[in-house]
């Protein structure tokens, strides 16, 4: 009886794993995680620093490697520097397509902040070190590696999958995904996209979380522009700009903007209180309970400010500007509000709001151009989701897999926007490496190689999962 339980425990087990596993295919993980190192080693050399971008080059990186397994892609261009590629593997076309996206260009770089050269690639004590390993030449390698494994082991499958590599993310994304939104949609329209913006994390007891990004705020910056009577700094004036603008700034910065949740956040809260401490899973179970909230936003404000941020739209001064000279009252200042909105925020009830919330009559606000739309969160009831979860329950067994609003921004808002469900993944860091300082957009920018390893064989778990025929 007891040899029978074991058994049919094993059938259990295997059945819950993702319905293709990766043993079927018989990966020598070794091998191709050394190849995949050394393509995003080859693609961080690559400069595509962003401006200019001259993601062209990435690009035509990408396509000779794609040609020499056989692989036809095709490049769009806006700006024949600024190409975006694009590369597709058919299946039967019994169900949609799935697009896996990653962008090419990446942020500026303060090099002599850095210890390894930022385009250098530099491989060091488990590490790759350079500007995109992690924002987003990780996630364009492991779109890379998904088509050559899926054409070197002739993956019969049931969906087209579109490898799209794209260009101008890092805030230019007009000859980037609007582009290709806007021009070239039919060659990347799919049932549901796989991009950047999510991670895990990693504990002493292993693999503690896996995130998946499936929404973000929306980035809606103002300037504040304060006005007055220029004139001598020995006369006072009640309407110096200077001093207008700085009660303006103080009142956007103090705003108790409304706490509400979504789809996302709510679910987040509510997984995380399942692994939480007592007194953290008391706070994340009762966020929303109007007689323990205010205490608790207070808590995640001075604690944990991710958490009190994913809650509201919120509002961050960022930039002041004013003033020539040390006695001379300017006649007009400025000031940067980097206000990052909730999905369902409607920006012109904001605007008014915080001109209430200011009450200076000589302050005007001036909206930034609108980049990213506003889209709403892509859901966790549908098979994409459930692809996610079965490849993170394979591969990562004591694992939660927490859906995450990004306080950040992406392009998958375009894709959401044309109504395809798009959610964020990459590669597992530890607590510590996540404080390290080291992260996207940051000196020393670098990622495990075991996790970029990972990160490929999550994301080919996930692609055999919901598009490999039976």
Not at 23 to 50: C, F
Not at 66 to 83: F, K, T
């Amino acid at each position: 009886m007891k040899l029978m339980r074991n058994f049919l425990a094993a059938i259990v087990l295997l059945i819950s794993l993702p319905a293709v596993s990766q043993d079927r295919y018989l990966i020598d993980w070794d091998v191709v995680g050394e190849e995949s190192l050394q393509h995003l080693v080859e693609l961080i050399k690559i400069n595509t620093t962003n401006p200019p971008g001259n993601e062209t080059l990435a690009a035509d990186y990408l396509q000779a490697v794609l040609a020499a397994e056989g692989i036809d892609s095709q490049q769009y261009s806006l700006d024949p520097n600024r190409a975006n590629l694009v590369a597709r593997i058919r299946g039967n076309g019994s169900k949609r397509p799935i697009l896996i996206m990653g962008h090419t260009d990446v942020v500026g770089v303060q090099a002599d902040r850095w210890t390894e050269d930022p385009f250098g690639g530099l491989r060091k004590d488990g590490w790759v070190y350079g500007r995109g390993s992690l924002d987003d030449k990780d996630n364009a390698t492991a779109g890379l590696m998904m088509m050559i494994l899926l054409k070197r082991y002739g993956v019969e499958l049931d969906r087209d999958i579109i490898f799209l590599a794209e260009s101008g993310e890092e805030g230019t994304p007009d000859v980037g995904i609007n582009f290709m939104v806007e021009k070239h949609w039919d060659e990347i329209a799919a049932e549901f996209c796989l991009a950047e913006g999510g991670s895990g994390i990693l504990e002493d007891r292993g693999v503690s979380v896996v995130g998946v990004q499936t929404t973000e705020k929306m980035p809606r910056r103002v300037t504040l522009v304060a006005r007055g009577t220029a004139g001598h700094g020995s006369v006072p004036r009640i309407d110096n700009a200077v001093a207008t603008l700085a009660r303006a700034v103080a009142k956007a910065d103090a705003w108790e903007t409304e706490m509400r949740l979504n789809e996302t956040t709510k679910a987040y809260f509510e997984r995380l209180a399942t692994i939480s401490s007592p007194e953290d899973a008391y706070r994340y179970a009762n966020v929303s309970n109007p007689d323990e909230s205010a205490a608790i936003q207070q808590y995640f404000k001075e604690t944990f400010p991710y958490h009190y941020s994913v809650l509201r739209t919120s509002v961050v001064p960022t930039i002041m500007k004013a003033g020539f000279r040390k006695n001379v009252i300017p006649s007009e200042a400025t000031a940067m509000l980097d206000i990052r909105m909730l999905p369902d925020e409607d920006p012109g009830a904001f605007y008014a709001q915080l001109t209430e919330v200011m009450d200076e009559p000589n302050v005007e606000i001036v909206p930034e151009r609108i980049y990213r739309p506003a889209a709403p969160p892509s859901g966790i009831d549908n098979e994409m989701f459930a692809s996610l979860e079965r490849a993170a329950s394979a591969m990562y067994p004591d694992a939660i897999v927490l859906p995450t609003m990004s306080t950040g921004a992406t392009d998958m808002s375009q894709i959401r926007a044309k109504g395809v469900p798009a959610y964020g993944i990459g590669p597992i860091r530890s607590i510590e490496e996540l404080n390290s300082g080291n992260g996207a957009h940051s000196d020393n920018e670098r990622v495990s190689e075991e996790a970029m390893v990972d990160f490929v064989k999550f994301m080919w778990t996930v692609v055999i999962d919901i598009a490999a025929s039976d």
